[in-house]
């Protein structure tokens, strides 16, 4: 099993920056790419950003040029700096895993970003 444990999220004004953490526990040695993906009111969830093992990182295109993606492997974490934040950002950002263990997976319980205007 794999346990992974958001933090960082908060209230910020439009324009303004905040840095997510995620930290694995568990099975770590099991986990390949890790990802962000956040999840609006009345919205499907939707992916932010992924980082592989090696550190190829992929974006949505809405988020390209504002935020990136990192991981720490000795740590067993990953980060996601998020600048020039919209109020359009706001929602729930998610923590994932991708890991041998599980097809679909590991999730975290989420970390609430708002962006006020």
């Known amino acids: 099993q794999v346990q992974l444990v958001e933090s960082g999220g908060g209230l910020v004004q439009a324009g303004g920056s905040l840095r997510l953490s995620c930290v694995a526990s568990?099975?770590?040695?099991?986990?390949?790419?890790m990802g962000w993906y956040r999840q609006a009111p009345e919205k499907e969830r939707e992916l932010v950003a992924t980082?592989?093992?090696?550190?190829?990182?992929k974006y949505a295109d809405s988020v390209k040029g504002r935020i990136a993606i990192s991981r720490d492997n000795a740590k067993n974490t990953v980060y996601l700096q998020m600048n020039s934040l919209k109020p359009e950002d706001t929602a729930l950002y998610y923590c994932?895993?991708?890991?041998?263990?599980?097809?679909?997976?590991?999730w975290g319980q989420g970390t609430q970003v708002t962006v006020s205007s």
């Open positions: 994932n895993a991708n890991s041998w263990l599980r097809l679909s997976g590991y």
């Open positions: 980082i592989s093992v090696r550190g190829s990182t």
């Open positions: 568990g099975n770590t040695i099991s986990i390949s790419a």
